[in-house]
């Protein structure tokens, strides 16, 4: 009898490393780079290219959102 995944607390697409889990790496991270990671991480592990693609376009608009946010940070102020 094989036994079924866990897809709630331990779906394939985010063990797919040698059994690491992707959220131990990401919750070590701001919110941004952790989504970026996790969307890279899971990409072309749900089957289809349009996930896949779907996966890294998401990937791509955190990691935008994250570099934006650190330019606003360091920008000097203009007062």
Same mark, same amino acid.
């Given at each position: 009898m094989s036994k079924e995944p $866990? =897809?709630?607390?331990h779906p394939p697409h985010y063990t797919?490393? @040698?059994? =690491? &889990? +992707? +959220? $131990?790496?990401?919750e070590q991270m701001n919110f941004n780079r952790g989504n970026a990671v996790k969307y890279i991480a899971r990409a072309g592990f749900k089957g289809d290219d349009a996930t896949e693609i779907q996966d890294l376009e998401k990937a791509q608009?955190? +990691? @935008?959102? &994250? +570099?934006n946010r650190i330019k606003q940070t360091k920008e000097p102020d203009n007062e």
């Open positions: $866990d =897809l709630v607390n797919a490393y @040698s059994g =690491l &889990e +992707i +959220i $131990d790496l990401t608009w955190y +990691i @935008s959102r &994250e +570099i």
